[in-house]
């Protein structure tokens, strides 16, 4: 070996080392920095024609793919599963406990109770106020938590614009770092703190949708979702919301390829991460909750307007006005059973009394004339105003009747039949026409519209609805756009929508006039109505308004609930007492003010068992309100427990891998010190051999 070789030899020692120092050094200064993964060096002998003649050294960053990939699934995982939980978790706290009074479900027993305290002193003014009281509060704790929960969809959209545009910030910087790796690789330089940049943007992507990564030979990496969509390359995708989606509150997800200007929808290619979790709240989720609370809100406002309107105020009023049912003069009546309808004095005795019943098609007064209707609304109306004759009148103009006494000092008075109650889709005369209702909506309350297929629709040709299919995820997978056709009934217009709903959704109606949509598809999970430009008659009301179709109509019931002016005005026109209108002859006395029947009959609406239709996760069921309040919040608590416990699951699993994972790529101090006097001692031995080389050289030079 020549002094040369030795020379050369013990330089390349000397640069090995000292780069194995400074990795070394890195590795120790970095050892709490989060994502970054430790330097491995590797020293490999140099090789020339005349033999070895030094050592090289490889320095690169310890990383693990198969882990690396395991803990960014698991981190998309957690991620999603982490925003569901705190949001749900919210959600049921909003709701509480319904034995806690400062709760909108504690407020809705205080309400019977109230009613229950004035039955026992009717006349008294303090008494009605408080009744009145507790029902606003019940009706302002349910607007209240109504909107709060819409809060909570309105703060999930807005983390959904900000976690979007950080996606594009870091899709973007991991794009520039692919170049710059690139760069590095191809100059025969380290990239390594490019690289440790670029996988610390990669972790927190991974967290915001659920990617897969491919190193690219060249350096860097290529970043798909993980059903293949391109996400960056050399260049990076922009993620943003869908620019056509109009004036929907909330809309879909769209992206950009790399390269690309076109927009394509997003949201189906996400499995994971906070986004997944971010959507999932807002369009699933609390959609769910809204909706079945909605229906809770509407079968407590319907308990109570069905007990009011079998109670009367004393003095009887003198006007019963209803509200709009979206029902026309030409609807069938679709009645069974007896009502009495009847005027009466200041005092509470008959001047008139008519005994309707619906199954003869008859209206018998106390004087034993007899008067036949038809079976249709506007028959009804015609012959019940020429049965009052010169004491009262009826009016039924834009879905809305009306009851009047033409004589000053009398009041109208109506009471459904003890044995024989007159019905309609579950609901008695005077609430289905919600003529002496209690509180008030501006949009119908049940969705039992007591319409059969052989009913005219009502709808003009040529109206539209436009229907959004949904996956089970509350997804728009689908929008369709639906005309009504030339045929004229009910049972064509539900045609006319399973034709447009082909392969998505069926309808259905049933015996109560509850037109619901069915999904066909198992990837559907609901049928949404976003746009809808149709109106029934001279009602003015749409189809999705009438039956209740789409999320946002039944979610709303629990919104603007007001307790009915006249009432608000003057709280003696509360229905405390009962009228006894079967078989009373003129001049007997029917009401007084000392009555609290009516009051007692709204104290037992609240344990009365109601039908309530499917909504959000509850199933349909026959029950009270009482106890519908009760499992709400039981479920609502159920599922906030269910996602934290995925939410546990899921960050156990994460942990594992990252624990696995930091094994491989952390850095170990004890280890680093092991390798720092190595390199040190190596270096000293190289320093050495140089330096005898160098005496080698002197020895020779002396002898010449």
Same mark, same amino acid.
């Given at each position: 070996?020549?002094?040369?070789?030795?020379?050369?030899?013990?330089?390349?020692?000397?640069?090995?080392?000292?780069?194995?120092?400074?990795?070394?050094?890195?590795?120790?200064?970095?050892?709490?920095?989060?994502?970054?993964?430790?330097?491995?060096?590797?020293?490999?002998?140099?090789?020339?024609?005349?033999?070895?003649?030094?050592?090289?050294?490889?320095?690169?960053?310890?990383?693990?793919?198969?882990?690396?990939?395991?803990?960014?699934?698991?981190?998309?995982?957690?991620?999603?599963?982490?925003?569901?939980?705190?949001?749900?978790?919210?959600?049921?706290?909003?709701?509480?406990?319904?034995?806690?009074?400062?709760?909108?479900?504690?407020?809705?027993?205080?309400?019977?109770?109230?009613?229950?305290?004035?039955?026992?002193?009717?006349?008294?003014?303090?008494?009605?106020?408080?009744?009145?009281?507790?029902?606003?509060?019940?009706?302002?704790?349910?607007?209240?938590?109504?909107?709060?929960?819409?809060?909570?969809?309105?703060?999930?959209?807005?983390?959904?614009?900000?976690?979007?545009?950080?996606?594009?910030?870091?899709?973007?910087?991991?794009?520039?770092?692919?170049?710059?790796?690139?760069?590095?690789?191809?100059?025969?330089?380290?990239?390594?703190?490019?690289?440790?940049?670029?996988?610390?943007?990669?972790?927190?992507?991974?967290?915001?949708?659920?990617?897969?990564?491919?190193?690219?030979?060249?350096?860097?990496?290529?970043?798909?979702?993980?059903?293949?969509?391109?996400?960056?390359?050399?260049?990076?995708?922009?993620?943003?919301?869908?620019?056509?989606?109009?004036?929907?509150?909330?809309?879909?997800?769209?992206?950009?390829?790399?390269?690309?200007?076109?927009?394509?929808?997003?949201?189906?290619?996400?499995?994971?991460?906070?986004?997944?979790?971010?959507?999932?709240?807002?369009?699933?989720?609390?959609?769910?909750?809204?909706?079945?609370?909605?229906?809770?809100?509407?079968?407590?406002?319907?308990?109570?307007?069905?007990?009011?309107?079998?109670?009367?105020?004393?003095?009887?009023?003198?006007?019963?006005?209803?509200?709009?049912?979206?029902?026309?003069?030409?609807?069938?009546?679709?009645?069974?059973?007896?009502?009495?309808?009847?005027?009466?004095?200041?005092?509470?005795?008959?001047?008139?009394?008519?005994?309707?019943?619906?199954?003869?098609?008859?209206?018998?007064?106390?004087?034993?004339?007899?008067?036949?209707?038809?079976?249709?609304?506007?028959?009804?109306?015609?012959?019940?105003?020429?049965?009052?004759?010169?004491?009262?009148?009826?009016?039924?103009?834009?879905?809305?009747?009306?009851?009047?006494?033409?004589?000053?000092?009398?009041?109208?008075?109506?009471?459904?039949?003890?044995?024989?109650?007159?019905?309609?889709?579950?609901?008695?005369?005077?609430?289905?026409?919600?003529?002496?209702?209690?509180?008030?909506?501006?949009?119908?309350?049940?969705?039992?519209?007591?319409?059969?297929?052989?009913?005219?629709?009502?709808?003009?040709?040529?109206?539209?609805?436009?229907?959004?299919?949904?996956?089970?995820?509350?997804?728009?997978?689908? %929008?369709?756009?639906? #005309?009504? +056709?030339?045929? $004229?009934?009910?049972? *064509?217009?539900?045609? @006319?929508?399973? /034709?447009? &709903? =082909?392969?998505?959704?069926?309808?259905?109606?049933?015996?109560?006039?509850?037109?619901?949509?069915?999904?066909?598809?198992?990837?559907?999970?609901?049928?949404?109505?976003?746009?809808?430009?149709?109106?029934?008659?001279?009602?003015?009301?749409?189809?999705?308004?009438?039956?209740?179709?789409?999320?946002?109509?039944?979610?709303?019931?629990?919104?603007?609930?007001?307790?009915?002016?006249?009432?608000?005005?003057?709280?003696?026109?509360?229905?405390?007492?009962?009228?006894?209108?079967?078989?009373?002859?003129?001049?007997?006395?029917?009401?007084?003010?000392?009555?609290?029947?009516?009051?007692?009959?709204?104290?037992?609406?609240?344990?009365?068992? %109601?039908?309530?239709? #499917?909504? +959000?996760?509850? $199933?349909?069921?026959? *029950?009270?309100?009482? @106890?519908?309040? /009760?499992? &709400? =919040?039981?479920?609502?608590?159920?599922?906030?427990?269910?996602?934290?416990?995925?939410?546990?699951?899921?960050?156990?699993?994460?942990?594992?891998?990252?624990?696995?994972?930091?094994?491989?790529?952390?850095?170990?101090?004890?280890?680093?010190?092991?390798?720092?006097?190595?390199?040190?001692?190596?270096?000293?031995?190289?320093?050495?051999?140089?330096?005898?080389?160098?005496?080698?050289?002197?020895?020779?030079?002396?002898?010449?």
């Amino acid at each position: 070996m020549s002094i040369q070789t030795i020379m050369s030899t013990g330089l390349s020692a000397l640069a090995a080392n000292q780069q194995a120092l400074k990795a070394t050094s890195t590795n120790v200064a970095n050892v709490n920095t989060e994502g970054y993964a430790r330097l491995d060096v590797r020293f490999t002998s140099r090789s020339s024609a005349g033999g070895l003649t030094g050592v090289e050294v490889d320095i690169r960053r310890v990383a693990n793919t198969y882990l690396a990939a395991a803990e960014m699934r698991g981190a998309a995982d957690v991620a999603a599963a982490d925003v569901l939980s705190q949001f749900m978790d919210r959600a049921q706290g909003l709701l509480g406990d319904p034995s806690d009074s400062s709760t909108v479900f504690g407020t809705l027993d205080p309400v019977f109770s109230s009613f229950g305290a004035l039955a026992v002193d009717p006349a008294s003014a303090l008494r009605r106020s408080a009744a009145l009281s507790d029902v606003q509060t019940l009706l302002s704790q349910l607007d209240t938590t109504s909107s709060e929960i819409t809060a909570l969809r309105d703060e999930a959209n807005s983390r959904i614009i900000s976690t979007l545009d950080e996606a594009n910030a870091l899709m973007s910087g991991i794009a520039r770092l692919n170049a710059s790796i690139q760069r590095s690789t191809i100059a025969g330089q380290s990239a390594s703190e490019a690289e440790t940049e670029q996988q610390r943007m990669l972790d927190r992507l991974s967290e915001i949708m659920d990617i897969r990564t491919q190193s690219r030979s060249l350096g860097g990496v290529e970043i798909r979702t993980s059903d293949g969509l391109l996400l960056v390359d050399v260049d990076a995708a922009v993620v943003g919301v869908d620019s056509n989606a109009g004036n929907e509150p909330y809309p879909s997800l769209v992206m950009m390829s790399p390269r690309s200007t076109a927009e394509i929808p997003l949201e189906s290619h996400l499995r994971g991460g906070e986004l997944k979790g971010l959507l999932r709240v807002r369009d699933k989720e609390l959609v769910d909750l809204q909706m079945a609370f909605g229906e809770f809100a509407a079968g407590a406002s319907e308990a109570l307007n069905a007990a009011h309107n079998q109670a009367s105020a004393v003095p009887a009023p003198n006007e019963l006005t209803g509200r709009n049912t979206g029902l026309l003069a030409t609807d069938r009546l679709n009645f069974t059973g007896v009502t009495n309808i009847a005027i009466v004095d200041s005092n509470g005795a008959v001047v008139r009394n008519l005994r309707v019943d619906f199954n003869a098609g008859q209206i018998l007064d106390d004087q034993a004339n007899i008067t036949n209707f038809a079976n249709s609304v506007g028959d009804f109306q015609t012959a019940l105003d020429s049965a009052l004759g010169a004491e009262g009148s009826v009016s039924f103009q834009n879905g809305i009747m009306t009851l009047s006494s033409d004589t000053i000092g009398t009041g109208v008075v109506v009471t459904d039949d003890v044995t024989n109650s007159a019905q309609r889709a579950g609901r008695g005369f005077s609430q289905t026409f919600g003529l002496n209702d209690l509180v008030s909506h501006g949009a119908p309350l049940s969705y039992a519209t007591g319409l059969s297929n052989a009913d005219l629709h009502g709808f003009t040709a040529g109206q539209s609805v436009a229907f959004a299919v949904r996956n089970t995820d509350g997804l728009i997978i689908r %929008r369709i756009d639906m #005309t009504v +056709g030339a045929g $004229t009934t009910i049972a *064509t217009l539900r045609a @006319d929508m399973d /034709a447009a &709903l =082909a392969g998505y959704g069926q309808t259905s109606l049933d015996a109560n006039g509850r037109l619901t949509i069915t999904s066909s598809n198992p990837d559907v999970g609901r049928v949404d109505v976003i746009d809808d430009a149709t109106a029934r008659g001279d009602t003015s009301m749409s189809l999705s308004s009438l039956f209740g179709l789409g999320e946002s109509l039944p979610a709303e019931r629990a919104r603007s609930l007001t307790i009915r002016d006249d009432i608000v005005a003057n709280p003696d026109r509360l229905g405390v007492a009962q009228a006894d209108l079967a078989g009373a002859a003129a001049g007997t006395r029917v009401l007084s003010p000392g009555d609290g029947r009516g009051a007692l009959g709204i104290e037992a609406a609240g344990t009365k068992s %109601r039908t309530f239709a #499917t909504a +959000g996760g509850l $199933t349909g069921q026959v *029950t009270s309100v009482m @106890d519908y309040a /009760a499992r &709400l =919040a039981g479920h609502a608590g159920v599922r906030a427990e269910a996602l934290d416990s995925a939410r546990a699951a899921a960050e156990s699993v994460r942990k594992e891998v990252a624990d696995r994972r930091m094994s491989e790529e952390g850095v170990n101090l004890d280890e680093e010190l092991v390798n720092m006097t190595t390199y040190q001692q190596a270096y000293a031995a190289a320093s050495r051999m140089i330096q005898a080389a160098r005496d080698l050289y002197d020895i020779v030079l002396n002898m010449v």
